[in-house]
């Protein structure tokens, strides 16, 4: 293939041609010579039972069953769901795992994290109904914790942060049972269901899944973005610099990448260690340069600064560098791919989760009791590699500073001030048509279509037509890349939004960091909400979603949590499911139709796609009069 053909990242391109000359194989060449199953695309096939697995037509969805006489509605349903599934257990193990790490600092058994934002320990509490008045922080946290472990192991009632949702849509969620439990009985309820002979009806399978989808959204991603916060600080805007020219080449440069603060956390400690920076300065370095990639790297950028490498499709490209001493992962998105790639360029891949081991990989098991224990040793494996550099080092030029950490507090702030915050100015706006709506662009970046070319041109069209865009996880990563994250970037939005931008000094598209933040795309819709004007549900603001480029379980679970909040969400590359079907229909329009929440979209094309979303926006601003 021809390598300008897959990417607009010029690091990245620059990176592949590297590998295609040191023969190394990435997962561009992978995808290359992997041919989509066109089957397994159109969720055309069944394997839960053994006595298929079965294959049905996309051409002809109706002429055939499965051999148990499962329709293509129910195959297609079962396999959604257990996407979904899979996407909400990453989120929400995500989210107990902070949940757990809370529970320990409370309780006094952890000394190396502490509570770092009362502030925002009090505000969550109050908003699970927790009394804060004359009482420690102490005993409100411990309150807290006892009320949001109810997010998992509830087994009835609904999950604390239901009461954060916007009455009417928790009404129509209620009307017809779309409100979680806990999660863990939501998840066994859907693996239940999908097992061969239960659940045979495309609608009630949907219905199950709505519930394991809200409670990724609105309870697990919601804890794990809280928790952290409230242990690791409440991101503000701070400027950081992004792209593989974050590398030094006489120093020594440790990559994390992966999902969870924990470990990252304590890594930015150990960096700093002056024992531990003294033997890189014995090694002959100049020192020890820190840097995230994914979504690990979105949430250290946006509470430290930390600059960030790259985004998914970016993460073998780098190691390519020769300049990568270390690459330390934790859970989630990270490739098997990568520990060949490690091997061809001496870099260390190093695990550090029980969860997530890697054959051919070091593991270095990290502990939240003894966190230094783990990352000490992470970055004396990485000064000795240093110590051993024998190939030659080239670090693509490409270095970009953009504004990150606009947490949905900041927001509040940054538009009310510190007397009046509130969201009143963004909806004042939104009614006056400066701002013609807002539109949340989030996800991965996937092979299968040109890396960070459709989330840019989609972006440059969304801002272009007045449209404010909130971004999470890699799009972020795609967006800070090519330059848009920076008050600057006003001059590529429409007049309207070009002027709210200039007035607040904000850039037109905002970073909220990582993919458990999209939790904060949902509270700020719920306080859009709340502040008036703009209708009384989630479904009636001038919203609308897109993962232009995903490629993840987790992206389709926050995909319907999304449709199931109220927001209609677009999504790009494949959608595994054949049109012309009940289900397709079920999806895409009885969403909104028959509950009045939102529904789902697909377009591979960002233009369209745009059109896509400005159309809703502008029909949801008519139905209100704007
Ligand atoms: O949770 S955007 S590739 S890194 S799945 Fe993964 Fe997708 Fe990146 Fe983070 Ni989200």
Same mark, same amino acid.
């Given at each position: 293939?021809?390598?300008?053909?897959?990417?607009?990242?010029?690091?990245?391109?620059?990176?592949?041609?590297?590998?295609?000359?040191?023969?190394?194989?990435?997962?561009?060449?992978?995808?290359?010579?992997?041919?989509?199953?066109?089957?397994?695309?159109?969720?055309?096939?069944?394997?839960?039972?053994?006595?298929?697995?079965?294959?049905?037509?996309?051409?002809?969805?109706?002429?055939?069953?499965?051999?148990?006489?499962?329709?293509?509605?129910?195959?297609?349903?079962?396999?959604?769901?257990?996407?979904?599934?899979?996407?909400?257990?990453?989120?929400?193990?995500?989210?107990?795992?902070?949940?757990?790490?809370?529970?320990?600092?409370?309780?006094?058994?952890?000394?190396?994290?502490?509570?770092?934002?009362?502030?925002?320990?009090?505000?969550?509490?109050?908003?699970?109904?927790?009394?804060?008045?004359?009482?420690?922080?102490?005993?409100?946290?411990?309150?807290?914790?006892?009320?949001?472990?109810?997010?998992?192991?509830?087994?009835?009632?609904?999950?604390?942060?239901?009461?954060?949702?916007?009455?009417?849509?928790?009404?129509?969620?209620?009307?017809?049972?779309?409100?979680?439990?806990?999660?863990?009985?939501?998840?066994?309820?859907?693996?239940?269901?999908?097992?061969?002979?239960?659940?045979?009806?495309?609608?009630?399978?949907?219905?199950?899944?709505?519930?394991?989808?809200?409670?990724?959204?609105?309870?697990?991603?919601? &804890?794990?973005?809280? !928790?952290? +916060? %409230?242990?690791?600080?409440?991101?503000?805007? /701070?400027? #950081?610099?992004?792209?593989?020219?974050?590398?030094?080449?006489?120093?020594?440069?440790?990559?994390?990448?992966?999902?969870?603060?924990?470990?990252?956390?304590?890594?930015?400690?150990?960096?700093?260690?002056?024992?531990?920076?003294?033997?890189?300065?014995?090694?002959?370095?100049?020192?020890?340069?820190?840097?995230?990639?994914?979504?690990?790297?979105?949430?250290?950028?946006?509470?430290?600064?930390?600059?960030?490498?790259?985004?998914?499709?970016?993460?073998?490209?780098?190691?390519?560098?020769?300049? &990568?001493?270390?690459? !330390?992962? +934790? %859970?989630?998105?990270?490739?098997?791919?990568? /520990?060949? #790639?490690?091997?061809?360029?001496?870099?260390?891949?190093?695990?550090?989760?029980?969860?997530?081991?890697?054959?051919?990989?070091?593991?270095?098991?990290?502990?939240?009791?003894?966190?230094?224990?783990?990352?000490?040793?992470?970055?004396?494996?990485?000064?000795?590699?240093?110590?051993?550099?024998?190939?030659?080092?080239?670090?693509?030029?490409?270095?970009?500073?953009?504004?990150?950490?606009?947490?949905h507090e900041y927001i509040n702030y940054m538009l009310g001030g510190t007397f009046r915050a509130s969201y009143t100015p963004l909806n004042d706006n939104i009614i006056n048509g400066k701002i013609r709506g807002v539109a949340g662009v989030v996800g991965c970046t996937n092979p299968r279509v040109k890396q960070d070319w459709v989330h840019v041109e989609l972006v440059k069209e969304l801002i272009k037509n007045d449209v404010l865009v909130v971004q999470t996880g890699c799009s972020q990563v795609s967006l800070a890349n090519a330059g848009l994250l920076t008050p600057e970037a006003a001059h590529l939005a429409g007049a309207g939004l070009a002027e709210v931008c200039e007035t607040v000094g904000m850039p037109p598209v905002l970073g909220l960091g990582s993919c458990v933040d999209n939790s904060r795309i949902l509270i700020a819709c719920a306080e859009m909400v709340k502040m008036g004007g703009l209708g009384d549900s989630i479904a009636d603001l001038p919203v609308a979603g897109a993962a232009p480029e995903y490629?993840?379980?987790?992206?389709?679970?926050?995909?319907?949590?999304?449709?199931?909040?109220?927001?209609?969400?677009?999504?790009?590359?494949?959608?595994?499911?054949?049109?012309?079907?009940?289900?397709?229909?079920?999806?895409?329009?009885?969403?909104?139709?028959?509950?009045?929440?939102?529904?789902?979209?697909?377009?591979?094309?960002?233009?369209?796609?745009?059109?896509?979303?400005?159309?809703?926006?502008?029909?949801?601003?008519?139905?209100?009069?704007?």
């Amino acid at each position: 293939f021809n390598i300008r053909d897959v990417s607009i990242s010029e690091s990245t391109i620059q990176m592949l041609e590297k590998a295609r000359r040191d023969g190394v194989e990435t997962a561009f060449d992978r995808a290359a010579n992997m041919k989509a199953c066109p089957i397994g695309a159109d969720s055309a096939c069944c394997k839960h039972c053994f006595m298929g697995p079965c294959r049905l037509n996309a051409k002809d969805p109706y002429g055939k069953v499965g051999v148990c006489g499962a329709t293509i509605d129910t195959i297609m349903a079962r396999n959604f769901a257990r996407n979904v599934v899979s996407g909400c257990a990453a989120h929400t193990d995500h989210g107990m795992g902070m949940l757990d790490l809370f529970r320990e600092v409370v309780n006094g058994h952890i000394k190396e994290y502490e509570i770092k934002d009362v502030q925002k320990l009090e505000q969550v509490a109050q908003s699970v109904g927790i009394e804060t008045e004359g009482k420690t922080t102490d005993a409100i946290a411990k309150e807290l914790y006892a009320e949001l472990e109810r997010t998992y192991t509830q087994i009835e009632g609904e999950i604390p942060f239901a009461s954060r949702v916007p009455a009417k849509t928790l009404e129509t969620w209620r009307k017809f049972n779309f409100v979680p439990r806990g999660a863990m009985r939501e998840i066994m309820e859907m693996m239940h269901r999908t097992h061969i002979g239960v659940d045979q009806d495309h609608e009630n399978i949907a219905q199950q899944f709505t519930r394991v989808a809200l409670a990724d959204g609105w309870g697990g991603s919601l &804890v794990a973005t809280e !928790i952290s +916060d %409230i242990l690791y600080g409440t991101p503000r805007p /701070v400027a #950081v610099e992004t792209d593989m020219g974050v590398l030094k080449e006489d120093y020594v440069n440790i990559i994390v990448h992966g999902h969870e603060p924990n470990m990252f956390e304590s890594m930015l400690v150990s960096v700093n260690e002056p024992a531990l920076v003294q033997a890189a300065k014995d090694a002959g370095a100049k020192g020890i340069n820190l840097a995230g990639m994914c979504c690990s790297g979105a949430e250290m950028m946006s509470r430290h600064g930390v600059p960030h490498a790259g985004n998914f499709m970016s993460t073998e490209a780098v190691i390519c560098t020769g300049a &990568v001493d270390a690459m !330390i992962v +934790d %859970i989630q998105c990270i490739k098997q791919g990568l /520990v060949k #790639v490690g091997q061809c360029y001496n870099t260390p891949i190093i695990t550090t989760n029980t969860r997530c081991h890697m054959d051919g990989a070091v593991h270095i098991q990290f502990n939240d009791h003894t966190p230094s224990e783990c990352t000490d040793e992470c970055v004396i494996k990485a000064i000795s590699r240093f110590k051993n550099r024998k190939l030659p080092i080239e670090i693509p030029r490409q270095k970009c500073v953009g504004i990150h950490g606009f947490s949905h507090e900041y927001i509040n702030y940054m538009l009310g001030g510190t007397f009046r915050a509130s969201y009143t100015p963004l909806n004042d706006n939104i009614i006056n048509g400066k701002i013609r709506g807002v539109a949340g662009v989030v996800g991965c970046t996937n092979p299968r279509v040109k890396q960070d070319w459709v989330h840019v041109e989609l972006v440059k069209e969304l801002i272009k037509n007045d449209v404010l865009v909130v971004q999470t996880g890699c799009s972020q990563v795609s967006l800070a890349n090519a330059g848009l994250l920076t008050p600057e970037a006003a001059h590529l939005a429409g007049a309207g939004l070009a002027e709210v931008c200039e007035t607040v000094g904000m850039p037109p598209v905002l970073g909220l960091g990582s993919c458990v933040d999209n939790s904060r795309i949902l509270i700020a819709c719920a306080e859009m909400v709340k502040m008036g004007g703009l209708g009384d549900s989630i479904a009636d603001l001038p919203v609308a979603g897109a993962a232009p480029e995903y490629m993840s379980e987790k992206a389709i679970s926050i995909g319907h949590y999304f449709v199931a909040s109220g927001v209609y969400t677009v999504f790009g590359v494949t959608f595994p499911i054949v049109k012309d079907t009940k289900f397709h229909k079920l999806l895409f329009n009885d969403f909104e139709e028959k509950y009045g929440l939102g529904k789902w979209g697909f377009h591979e094309d960002p233009y369209e796609m745009a059109r896509m979303m400005i159309a809703h926006i502008d029909k949801k601003r008519k139905a209100l009069g704007i």
